[in-house]
């Protein structure tokens, strides 16, 4: 397995943030809120395996995708930092922080995928099975907008610059594999994983989507108690591209708060 292709935004000297996408996505969607709301953050993105322009082969379970954000954070000498993480980046971001507390300051959770009913991801991977492909990237266009309604323009024209490829036949695809995200499906339908007790951490609920389920909610507040916060966007579950620059400013303001030890590099 080669390393994990990794994006980087903001201040190259700021404090650490580990930023981890969903399926299907890819690094470069952090790009926009990274340098409108956290450009005196250094924003580490990667490509998770299976996705983007890192390596497709397997294993894609979470403890592949947990080994690799370690590696990530070893080449770059880090010793602790800020995790965040949209739906399964979500819940890559909490079996990191289970599997190395040490290496984790806070968590930022914007709508994620955990725990999710077996029915809805037995269906999501059941379609992913059939990506589908498209005559040329104007048909990936359109179906990028169709599926992002509220996304502006300029973020749909970037995600077809940045994730959209042409296989050898002519037609064009997603940067991403589909068993890859079949692997997702099942671990998102897994027993609900809350973070560690221990670990300041920011729940943001997307209104319009309904992936956060209120006993999920209710689950973290009961494992953190005052080290939880929650905040909610009337958005979709795409929200950190919908709204960039309120998300970001709810990420800043938390991660802003006095914390010792992290970002340490070595």
């Avoid at 981890?20 to 956290?38: F, N, P, Q, V, Y």
């Avoid at 077809?160 to 079949?182: C, I, K, M, S, Y």
């Amino acid at each position: 397995m080669t390393a994990p292709y990794v994006h980087h935004y903001g201040a190259a000297g700021g404090p650490a943030l580990l930023a981890l996408h969903g399926i299907k996505g890819h690094g470069a969607r952090w790009r926009r809120m990274a340098e409108t709301s956290l450009g005196d953050f250094s924003v580490i993105a990667p490509d998770l395996r299976g996705h983007g322009r890192s390596d497709h082969a397997p294993p894609w379970d979470t403890e592949a995708h947990v080994a690799d954000m370690l590696a990530v954070l070893d080449a770059r000498h880090l010793d602790r930092v800020d995790l965040l993480g949209h739906s399964f980046g979500g819940l890559i971001a909490l079996r990191l922080a289970h599997a190395a507390p040490e290496r984790v300051g806070r968590i930022v959770l914007l709508d994620p995928s955990v725990g999710l009913p077996a029915a809805q991801m037995h269906e999501q991977a059941r379609r992913t099975l059939s990506p589908g492909f498209f005559a040329d990237p104007e048909q990936a266009r359109a179906e990028r907008r169709s599926a992002w309604p509220a996304v502006s323009a300029a973020t749909v024209e970037e995600e077809v610059a940045e994730h959209l490829v042409q296989r050898d036949d002519g037609t064009w695809q997603w940067r991403f594999e589909p068993a890859a995200v079949v692997t997702a499906c099942s671990e998102m339908a897994g027993a609900a994983v809350t973070p560690p007790a221990a670990v300041p951490t920011l729940l943001v609920v997307a209104r319009r989507s309904g992936f956060v389920r209120p006993e999920y909610v209710r689950a973290c507040r009961a494992t953190l108690g005052e080290r939880l916060t929650v905040a909610e966007l009337d958005a979709g579950h795409m929200l950190y591209l919908e709204r960039p620059e309120e998300t970001g400013e709810l990420i800043r303001r938390f991660l802003a708060y006095p914390r010792e030890g992290t970002a340490r590099r070595r």
